[in-house]
């Protein structure tokens, strides 16, 4: 973030008007489902509700092309993850090619063939091509699915999902619903997605859960989680009208779109991407029809709001009326709202005219527009309808920025600040206005663009503090992250003469910025801001957090706590201004995680990713919502977690918005807690050192590698005072490594380390951190009380990771002290929370020790389903049949039910829960 009068003689304070109208301020749709679909999920988990209790399904998901079927087969898959799901899809080109489907379904279970009896195993050989012979029996092959579904559900349910079935081939087809309307029992469920235009005879007669368009407000909620920045209501209202309720196309829309155009209407249509061939006809066409019909839909076209009365106003001014629409009635619906009747032609349209043409409709635009209701918008009509440098329209473009703001955020204020400096016809003006246009495109997540700007500035004359202004600017978007640490060093001395404020400022995002970097470059930068001038009487939020963070890296924890609970509360008050809120919520949220703070760390992380939503600030949305994750992943909301990691990458890969690097370290995060060892042993993280090293110490305390989890903290702890990871968090992890490493000394070294930071902090996260690192060191009854102490702290917390890991860490304590019973307690509870999380790597660490305590593993579904026909008396032979399976196999399971429970005969199993 840049810090002063960036953006000009208004500065920042462009940021303090209200917010945009009708804005959710929610996260977006990562987290929150398929708008909309909320009885179609509903049915789904039913079904799945179904297959687990035994009780198999089929389903034919039907609706139109871009009804959101596949979105749905996602959310079935999704909550299957306890099941064995088979995926295959109707191809096009393969339509014709006989068994080509139902071999892409069967092939990941081709090595249950050898179950099948040795006819129907010859005839799904001959089908897929593994030995010759004459065309297999069609009856056979069904009877052969079935018993290949059956003996899939061994262990667990299993579910095929098979998309796209109109493009099925015939005899894919007819063996799929040969076996969908058998299954009757076992725990099998197989749900088809099917074109509501192509009605497949062969699935006819499975039940059937048609997919209808969106209501309004549902595409509304869609449209909302598909826009990160601020979105304008008409704007909306028009997208939603176009969509006529169709999710991808809405989303594709959504794309269509220029950000300042959905941010409030300011913007010219984008490119087109109607495919070449349609856009070539619609051309042809276009150029075919009268002038008027021409002139009509280009006003149409060139109005982002698709308001009636303003086209009828404006077409009224260029001689236009009803008539005019002519041959264009099939083109363009004009009712509440106006709308092209393919949505991607508006674009084709405004592109198809000349220069002069749209400027004439612009014009006529503006002159419709009330200038007391609207000022903003006739503004932008004005501009686009003005070919050479004003002075008048770019001062109009300048003062309605505000206005503009309070729409559509930082991408309107961008636009409108853009537009102005390129009808500026004064140099030293021009190069004011390209610097504030530059520093608010760089915020609303367009690099590109500001450079652009940037260099048109700096090719003006600047006065000495503008082109500070200007060099901070070309630092922060040129070398993110800690390597603009010098260059922001520089500046900030240079202007010490000119502005204290800005110098403090300057050297307090000198700190952000360094706050990746490793410990001696970290302590020198403090140093350096150490020498800043003093605080004026009464200091502001920048003032305090300076002074507190560079408290917390260069002196001792008690000494800097007070000065960082002050900076805290402060940052906390709801009177901070958004534009401080914006600049320095990664330093407070720094200070709240150093003083184990969790409840203001998470007020602040969703507050942080809140505004920037709000304002369109773009650019800081990888890092704030990078910030998030780690701050979920502490909490074991990981499922959540995934969420953020999914909109950080897409932020990375499609609005130039993110960093891969950034995306790439936010999933080794999510590897760490989930245990999963391959991702996070690579090079090339993204992270530094220290936060490497830290995850890759709880992934190895989560495995039981201790020793691998000893070197990895290690070598954390060294790069010390980096906050988070090497000052805090890497010793919790070095603590309990050491301690089942054998190296009690070093643990306890270690402790006497930790110990001033959590004191100094005195939150039950820290205290209660600190009493499960004391306890691993202790003995007898002061181990459990200190063991029972963390888990009553801990428990007050958000904190559900550590939670689980003091209830593990008991339960280990208390099984190797002989407690078995209080022991399996423990290690359930631990168990359950850290299956509940997805923390996989600590639940299989959990679940080794539970034998030892007691405690078995639980029956599978299919296990289940085993032991209840047995109590209700069948025989092995019987339970074969009603399985589809060989006897064999059902006396194999009952041998791993006797293991599990402990018993001995079929006669035990009555009397076992």
Not at 361 to 379: F, G, I, Y
Not at 403 to 424: D, H, I, N, P, Y
Not at 683 to 693: D, I, K
């Given at each position: 973030?840049?810090?002063?009068?960036?953006l000009?003689?208004?500065?920042?304070?462009?940021?303090?008007?209200?917010?945009?109208?009708?804005?959710?301020?929610?996260?977006?749709?990562?987290?929150?489902?398929?708008?909309?679909?909320?009885?179609?999920?509903?049915?789904?988990d039913?079904?799945?509700?179904?297959?687990?209790?035994?009780?198999?399904?089929?389903?034919?998901?039907?609706?139109?092309?871009?009804?959101?079927?596949?979105?749905l087969?996602?959310?079935?898959?999704?909550?299957?993850?306890?099941?064995?799901?088979?995926?295959?899809?109707?191809?096009?080109?393969?339509?014709?090619?006989?068994?080509?489907?139902?071999?892409?379904?069967?092939a990941?279970?081709?090595?249950?063939?050898?179950?099948?009896?040795?006819?129907?195993?010859?005839?799904?050989?001959?089908?897929?091509?593994?030995?010759?012979?004459?065309?297999?029996?069609?009856?056979?092959?069904?009877?052969?699915?079935?018993?290949?579904?059956?003996?899939?559900?061994a262990?667990?349910?299993?579910?095929?999902?098979?998309?796209?079935?109109?493009?099925?081939?015939?005899?894919?087809?007819?063996?799929?619903?040969?076996?969908?309307?058998?299954?009757?029992?076992?725990?099998?469920?197989?749900?088809?997605?099917?074109?509501?235009?192509?009605?497949?005879?062969?699935?006819?007669?499975?039940?059937?859960?048609?997919?209808?368009?969106?209501f309004?407000?549902?595409?509304?909620?869609?449209?909302?989680?598909?826009?990160?920045?601020?979105?304008?209501?008409?704007?909306?209202?028009?997208?939603?009208?176009?969509?006529?309720?169709?999710?991808?196309?809405?989303?594709?829309?959504?794309?269509?779109?220029?950000?300042?155009?959905?941010?409030?209407g300011?913007g010219?249509?984008?490119?087109?991407?109607?495919?070449?061939?349609?856009?070539?006809?619609?051309?042809?066409?276009?150029?075919?029809?009268?002038?008027?019909?021409?002139?009509?839909?280009?006003?149409?076209?060139?109005?982002?709001?698709?308001?009636?009365?303003?086209?009828?106003?404006?077409?009224?001014?260029?001689?236009?009326?009803?008539?005019?629409?002519?041959?264009?009635?099939?083109?363009?619906?004009?009712?509440?709202?106006?709308?092209?009747?393919?949505?991607?032609?508006?674009?084709?349209?405004?592109?198809?005219?000349?220069?002069?043409?749209?400027?004439?409709?612009?014009?006529?635009?503006?002159?419709?527009?009330?200038?007391?209701?609207?000022?903003?918008?006739?503004?932008?009509?004005?501009?686009?309808?003005?070919?050479r440098?004003?002075?008048?329209?770019?001062?109009?473009?300048?003062?309605?920025?505000?206005?503009a703001?309070?729409?559509?955020?930082?991408?309107?204020?961008?636009?409108?600040?853009?537009?102005?400096?390129?009808?500026?016809?004064?140099?030293?003006?021009?190069?004011?206005?390209?610097?504030?246009?530059?520093?608010?495109?760089?915020?609303?997540?367009?690099?590109a663009?500001?450079?652009?700007?940037?260099?048109?500035?700096?090719?003006?004359?600047?006065?000495?503090?503008?082109?500070?202004?200007?060099?901070?600017?070309?630092?922060?978007?040129?070398?993110?992250?800690?390597?603009?640490?010098?260059?922001?060093?520089?500046?900030?001395?240079?202007?010490?003469?000119?502005?204290?404020?800005?110098?403090?400022?300057?050297?307090?995002?000198?700190?952000?910025?360094a706050?990746?970097?490793e410990?001696?470059?970290?302590?020198?930068?403090?140093?350096?801001?150490?020498?800043?001038?003093?605080?004026?009487?009464?200091?502001?939020?920048?003032?305090?957090?300076?002074?507190?963070?560079?408290?917390?890296?260069?002196?001792?924890?008690?000494?800097?706590?007070?000065?960082?609970?002050?900076?805290?509360?402060?940052?906390?008050?709801?009177?901070?201004?958004?534009?401080?809120r914006?600049?320095?919520?990664?330093?407070?949220?720094?200070?709240?995680?150093?003083?184990?703070?969790?409840?203001?760390?998470?007020?602040?992380?969703?507050?942080?990713?809140?505004?920037?939503?709000?304002?369109?600030?773009?650019?800081?949305?990888?890092?704030?919502?990078?910030?998030?994750?780690?701050?979920?992943?502490?909490?074991?909301?990981?499922?959540?977690?995934?969420?953020?990691?999914?909109?950080?990458?897409?932020?990375?890969?499609?609005?130039?918005?993110?960093?891969p690097?950034?995306?790439?370290?936010?999933?080794?995060?999510?590897?760490?807690?989930?245990g999963?060892?391959?991702?996070?042993?690579?090079?090339?993280?993204?992270?530094?050192?220290?936060?490497?090293?830290?995850?890759?110490?709880v992934?190895?305390?989560?495995?039981?590698?201790?020793?691998?989890?000893?070197?990895?903290?290690?070598?954390?702890?060294?790069?010390?005072?980096?906050?988070?990871?090497?000052?805090?968090?890497?010793?919790?992890?070095?603590?309990?490594?050491?301690?089942?490493?054998?190296?009690?000394?070093?643990?306890?070294?270690?402790?006497?380390?930790?110990?001033p930071?959590?004191?100094?902090?005195?939150?039950?996260?820290?205290?209660?951190?600190?009493?499960?690192?004391?306890?691993?060191?202790?003995?007898?009854?002061?181990?459990?009380?200190?063991?029972?102490?963390?888990?009553?702290?801990?428990?007050?917390?958000?904190?559900?990771?550590?939670?689980?890991?003091?209830h593990?860490?008991?339960?280990?304590?208390?099984?190797?002290?002989?407690?078995?019973?209080?022991?399996?307690?423990?290690?359930?509870?631990?168990?359950?929370?850290?299956?509940?999380?997805?923390?996989?790597?600590?639940?299989?660490?959990?679940?080794?020790?539970?034998?030892?305590?007691?405690?078995?593993?639980?029956?599978?579904?299919?296990?289940?389903?085993?032991?209840?026909?047995?109590?209700?008396?069948?025989?092995?032979?019987?339970?074969?049949g009603?399985?589809?399976?060989?006897?064999?196999?059902?006396?194999?399971?009952?041998?791993?039910?006797?293991?599990?429970?402990?018993?001995?005969?079929?006669?035990?199993?009555?009397?076992?829960?």
């Amino acid at each position: 973030m840049v810090g002063g009068d960036v953006l000009g003689e208004s500065s920042l304070e462009l940021l303090e008007d209200a917010k945009p109208p009708g804005h959710e301020t929610g996260s977006p749709g990562h987290a929150a489902g398929l708008p909309g679909r909320r009885a179609e999920c509903g049915r789904l988990d039913r079904l799945l509700a179904d297959v687990r209790s035994g009780r198999s399904q089929a389903l034919v998901v039907r609706g139109e092309a871009g009804a959101g079927k596949s979105a749905l087969l996602g959310h079935l898959i999704a909550q299957a993850r306890d099941c064995r799901v088979v995926c295959a899809a109707g191809v096009r080109s393969e339509s014709q090619v006989p068994y080509a489907a139902l071999h892409a379904l069967c092939a990941p279970m081709l090595d249950l063939l050898d179950t099948l009896p040795g006819p129907q195993r010859d005839a799904l050989d001959t089908a897929f091509g593994l030995r010759e012979g004459p065309p297999p029996d069609r009856l056979l092959l069904g009877l052969a699915v079935l018993g290949v579904l059956a003996a899939a559900t061994a262990d667990r349910p299993l579910v095929c999902v098979i998309d796209d079935a109109q493009y099925l081939d015939p005899a894919s087809a007819q063996v799929l619903a040969f076996a969908a309307r058998r299954l009757c029992t076992g725990s099998v469920a197989c749900v088809f997605a099917l074109r509501d235009a192509d009605r497949t005879s062969e699935l006819s007669g499975l039940p059937t859960m048609d997919v209808a368009g969106l209501f309004p407000d549902d595409a509304r909620a869609l449209l909302r989680s598909a826009v990160h920045g601020p979105l304008d209501e008409q704007v909306g209202e028009r997208l939603v009208a176009e969509a006529r309720g169709n999710p991808r196309a809405l989303l594709e829309l959504v794309r269509e779109y220029t950000r300042p155009e959905l941010a409030g209407g300011f913007g010219t249509p984008a490119a087109s991407t109607l495919p070449g061939h349609l856009e070539d006809g619609f051309l042809r066409r276009l150029g075919h029809m009268p002038a008027p019909t021409r002139r009509l839909l280009l006003l149409a076209a060139a109005d982002p709001l698709g308001d009636p009365a303003l086209l009828w106003r404006a077409a009224v001014r260029l001689g236009l009326g009803v008539s005019s629409l002519g041959a264009a009635n099939d083109l363009i619906v004009i009712d509440v709202r106006v709308r092209f009747r393919h949505p991607l032609m508006r674009s084709a349209v405004y592109r198809a005219a000349l220069p002069e043409e749209r400027r004439r409709v612009h014009l006529a635009l503006a002159e419709a527009t009330d200038a007391t209701a609207a000022p903003d918008r006739r503004a932008w009509h004005r501009a686009h309808a003005t070919a050479r440098p004003d002075e008048e329209v770019a001062a109009e473009l300048e003062r309605t920025a505000t206005r503009a703001r309070s729409r559509g955020g930082l991408a309107a204020v961008a636009a409108f600040l853009e537009r102005a400096a390129a009808l500026t016809p004064g140099p030293r003006r021009r190069a004011e206005r390209a610097l504030a246009a530059a520093t608010a495109k760089h915020l609303a997540g367009a690099p590109a663009a500001a450079l652009t700007l940037l260099a048109t500035a700096e090719g003006g004359p600047l006065d000495e503090r503008r082109l500070a202004h200007a060099q901070l600017l070309r630092a922060v978007i040129t070398n993110p992250g800690h390597s603009a640490v010098p260059l922001l060093l520089s500046v900030a001395q240079r202007v010490e003469p000119l502005d204290t404020a800005l110098a403090r400022d300057t050297h307090l995002q000198a700190l952000s910025a360094a706050l990746g970097a490793e410990g001696p470059v970290l302590r020198e930068i403090a140093s350096a801001a150490r020498t800043a001038p003093p605080p004026p009487a009464t200091p502001g939020t920048a003032d305090l957090l300076l002074d507190a963070l560079t408290a917390h890296l260069t002196q001792a924890h008690a000494t800097a706590a007070p000065p960082m609970r002050r900076a805290l509360t402060a940052f906390l008050r709801a009177d901070v201004p958004d534009a401080e809120r914006l600049r320095w919520s990664r330093p407070a949220h720094t200070i709240a995680m150093a003083l184990w703070d969790d409840t203001s760390s998470r007020e602040l992380a969703d507050r942080h990713v809140r505004v920037i939503r709000e304002t369109g600030a773009l650019a800081l949305l990888p890092l704030a919502l990078s910030t998030r994750l780690m701050l979920l992943a502490f909490e074991g909301r990981l499922d959540e977690a995934a969420s953020v990691d999914e909109e950080i990458r897409t932020l990375a890969a499609g609005t130039r918005s993110g960093s891969p690097g950034l995306a790439a370290g936010d999933a080794l995060v999510l590897a760490a807690w989930q245990g999963r060892r391959n991702e996070l042993m690579s090079e090339g993280s993204g992270l530094s050192v220290a936060v490497t090293q830290w995850l890759r110490a709880v992934l190895h305390n989560g495995l039981g590698r201790h020793e691998e989890a000893k070197v990895a903290a290690e070598r954390a702890c060294a790069h010390h005072p980096s906050p988070g990871a090497a000052a805090q968090w890497a010793p919790v992890e070095l603590i309990e490594a050491a301690v089942r490493s054998g190296d009690r000394e070093l643990a306890a070294r270690t402790l006497d380390r930790l110990v001033p930071a959590t004191r100094a902090s005195g939150t039950d996260w820290a205290l209660g951190i600190e009493a499960r690192s004391r306890a691993l060191l202790a003995q007898g009854d002061e181990a459990d009380g200190l063991y029972q102490e963390a888990i009553r702290r801990l428990g007050r917390t958000r904190m559900r990771a550590d939670l689980a890991r003091a209830h593990l860490l008991h339960g280990e304590w208390l099984r190797a002290e002989g407690r078995q019973g209080e022991a399996l307690e423990r290690l359930r509870t631990a168990f359950e929370l850290f299956t509940a999380m997805g923390m996989a790597g600590f639940a299989g660490r959990t679940k080794r020790e539970l034998p030892t305590a007691g405690g078995g593993d639980r029956l599978t579904s299919h296990e289940g389903q085993i032991v209840r026909l047995v109590r209700q008396g069948l025989t092995n032979k019987e339970i074969a049949g009603h399985l589809h399976v060989s006897h064999k196999t059902v006396e194999y399971h009952l041998g791993k039910v006797y293991a599990k429970l402990g018993i001995a005969s079929r006669r035990e199993l009555g009397r076992v829960s």
